[in-house]
């Protein structure tokens, strides 16, 4: 599985990890285009479907995600293979990736050509069962 271990962002005046931003722009870019170490099949299925499979024995709600079927949730996101690249670095974290072109969450676009819609928030927060 291919995840990140970032911490969300609070505010642009604190440094982060630029793997919060950058992490799977990164695997497709240099370790399936650029090292050919997988195939952009395998990188999507560990960034997606293994991570969602993994977590829906704790939370059934990620039986829904990872996954494009009739029932599934509807987070997509529409890149280039050809040039999508990672640009955070540690001293500028917040450098947006290149080459993702539309993004779906929900079934609503939040990123159209290349550009953040404005306006639009469809996070959820997916909790996990209480424990008794």
């Known amino acids: 599985m291919i995840a990140s271990d ?6 642009r005046d604190r440094k982060v990890t630029p793997r919060g931003i950058g ?3 990164k695997v497709l870019a240099k370790y399936v285009r650029e090292e050919q170490l997988m195939t952009l099949s395998e990188a999507i299925a560990k960034m997606s479907y293994l991570p969602a499979k993994r977590l829906e024995g704790i939370a059934p709600i990620f039986a829904k995600k990872g996954r494009i079927e009739v029932g599934a949730h509807a987070d997509l996101t529409i890149f280039n293979a050809a040039t999508i690249q990672n640009h955070g670095t540690y001293e500028n974290p ?5 080459g993702v072109e539309y993004i779906f969450i929900g079934g609503k676009q939040v990123i159209a050509n290349g550009e953040v819609l404005e306006g639009i928030f469809v996070g959820e ?6 424990v008794k």
């Open 23 to 25: 992490t799977f722009s």
């Open 6 to 11: 970032a911490m969300p962002i609070i505010s």
């Open 94 to 98: 917040y450098q947006e990736s290149t």
């Open 125 to 130: 927060h997916l909790s996990l069962p209480s």
